[in-house]
């Protein structure tokens, strides 16, 4: 089989779509048409792109730092995107563990370049699919002491996971107290038109999506200590300066930008804490 059927040049694939949208190269042209067409509903999903990855540094240097957390589960990884996860975490925390979940076999193909961290700490790359959660645990027990906290990233992954909600009961409970549950997801709760419209580029393609309001968002962290500022949308949480996300200049009003934001930017993030 070569390269490119293995990989399913015919067909586009969720990760390398948001490839496109990140402005990377590990695409084809049937997912930059795709992403186009994404593109014509929803404008400015570039800036949205962009501003999940500011989040999950945001979110990971506070688990790294502040939280203490030296193990992270990140399930639906994506293609290699500097910085990546675990390089954020190792420079907090050079003996962090990192242990990175996805299904898309161009995922695995660029695992190589997520696999390289600090000697002390270590990276670990799982070929795996989310909607079967027990598997996931199974061979992330083989590199992450579950007895000690997880730092769990489930991000921008759950609306593209049906029984998504099963799926992440099964990896909360496999975690010890003082565990953190890290989640972005899409909604339709600010632009209805345009996600709905995302949503059928998506399944007119064949891939599952599945876009959620804010209270079904926040019934993920049933059980959980939601951390300030709660479920929020994704580049208000704990966002004081983001550059070239959120371009705050001295004259601008911080929440201005932050309101002009609102309307570019689809989904919701949060971080939870299990007692
Ligand atoms: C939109 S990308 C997000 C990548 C990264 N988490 C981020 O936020 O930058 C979604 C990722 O989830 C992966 N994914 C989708 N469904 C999955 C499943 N059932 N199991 C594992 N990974 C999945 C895709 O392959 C893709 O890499």
Redo the contacts with the bound molecule.
């Keep these: 089989m070569d390269r490119s059927s293995d990989l399913n040049a015919n067909e586009p694939h969720?990760?390398r779509m948001?490839d496109y949208y990140l402005g990377g190269k590990d695409h084809y042209q049937v997912d930059a048409d795709a992403a186009e067409m994404v593109m014509e509903k929803l404008p400015d999903v570039r800036v949205a792109a962009q501003a999940?990855?500011a989040f999950?540094h945001r979110a990971t240097r506070y688990l790294a730092g502040e939280a203490g957390v030296r193990q992270f589960l990140d399930?639906?990884?994506?293609i290699p995107?500097e910085p990546n996860l675990h390089q954020v975490a190792q420079e907090l925390a050079p003996d962090a563990r990192v242990v990175y979940?996805?299904?898309?076999p161009i995922?695995l193909a660029h695992a190589r370049a997520l696999m390289v961290g600090t000697p002390e700490g270590r990276t670990e790359y799982i070929q795996a699919?989310?909607?079967r959660p027990q598997e996931i645990l199974e061979s992330a027990r083989n590199f992450l002491d579950f007895s000690e906290p997880i730092g769990l990233s489930l991000?921008?992954?759950l609306n593209?996971?049906p029984g998504a909600y099963e799926v992440t009961a099964t990896l909360v409970d496999a975690l010890a107290s003082g565990s953190y549950l890290v989640m972005t997801h899409l909604t339709g709760d600010f632009d209805p038109v345009g996600v709905a419209a995302t949503v059928e580029v998506y399944r007119g393609r064949g891939l599952y999506c599945h876009p959620r309001a804010k209270s079904e968002i926040t019934q993920f962290f049933d059980g959980l200590e939601l951390l300030e500022p709660g479920v929020v949308p994704i580049h208000r949480w704990r966002n004081t300066v983001e550059p070239g996300v959120v371009p705050i200049h001295p004259w601008q009003d911080p929440d201005e930008v932050a309101k002009s934001m609102d309307a570019k930017i689809p989904g919701y993030a949060a971080v939870a804490r299990k007692p």
Excluded: E
């Design positions: 969720v990760a948001y999940n990855r999950i399930i639906g990884t994506g995107t979940v996805d299904n898309d995922v699919d989310a909607t991000i921008a992954l593209f996971v």
